[in-house]
């Protein structure tokens, strides 16, 4: 993510505040305080002004987030035609795999999960809509990643520092640009334990008639049944995305 070059201190600061908030849930002042390193006036000023227009709410002097960002996030998602499309295609993949399905999408290098489903035997993890991750470690960021421009792909790799999640994760540029190469000769990403260990993921991309790509969806499972239907599963992944990239030329 780029770095501002005149960054504005106050909604610097207030943002960081509706941050401390999202990650505590509710939180008073004098704590919201000490945790960004404020006064309790500073703060509270800024608290006032984020209340007023709705974005946060006070009860009995805790502070948890307004639902305007719900209205926000729906305007926001709005900005993906295909989103409907998608997310049919991920409940139907979620029933038939029984397991986490989800669709994702790039923006500022990094993959941002706009839906997931679970099937009845979907693992529980973190991953909730609107989570980001860096793009080299899991299937649907690679997915979207190899099918990028080349120069795309070399500008996105210049700023990417290929942090190791697990033992697994693929942490070597040369290496990773191989994988590219393979996904994009298959059509097809896999995420083997390099996220969560235990944890596989094969993920597919979706692309327009111009051969851009929107986004990825994936099936992510544990290892032991994951290996065991791997192929099912991948032709389940290509199914849907020909369905979705058949029904949005109509968009």
């Known amino acids: 993510m780029n770095d501002a070059r005149n960054p504005v201190k106050s909604v610097q600061t207030s943002l960081e505040i509706v941050e401390t908030i999202k990650e505590h849930d509710e939180i008073g002042v004098t704590e919201l305080a000490e945790e960004v390193g404020l006064t309790k006036g500073t703060v509270h000023c800024h608290l006032a002004t984020l209340e007023n227009d709705g974005y946060v709410v006070n009860t009995n002097g805790r502070y948890r987030l307004g639902l305007r960002f719900v209205d926000i996030a729906h305007h926001v998602r709005r900005r993906v035609p295909i989103y409907d499309i998608v997310t049919e295609e991920v409940e139907k993949l979620a029933e038939k795999s029984g397991e986490l399905t989800l669709f994702t999408v790039e923006e500022q290098r990094e993959g941002v999960c706009l839906y997931k489903a679970s099937g009845e035997n979907a693992v529980q993890t973190e991953l909730y809509v609107g989570y980001r991750n860096e793009l080299h470690h899991t299937a649907v960021g690679k997915a979207i990643l190899a099918f990028k421009s080349q120069e795309e792909i070399d500008e996105i790799l210049a700023e990417m520092d290929l942090q190791s999640l697990t033992d697994e994760t693929i942490t070597d540029e040369r290496e990773l640009r191989e994988e590219l190469e393979e996904i994009r000769k298959r059509g097809l990403a896999y995420n083997r334990g390099e996220t969560i260990p235990g944890l596989v ?26 290996n065991d239907r791997l192929d099912e599963f991948s032709e389940m992944l290509n199914h849907a995305v020909n369905v979705i990239e058949i029904n949005a030329t109509s968009l």
């Open 201 to 226: 993921g094969v993920g597919a991309p979706i692309r327009d008639h111009d051969d851009d790509v929107h986004g990825a969806i994936a099936i992510i499972g544990p290892t032991s049944r994951m």
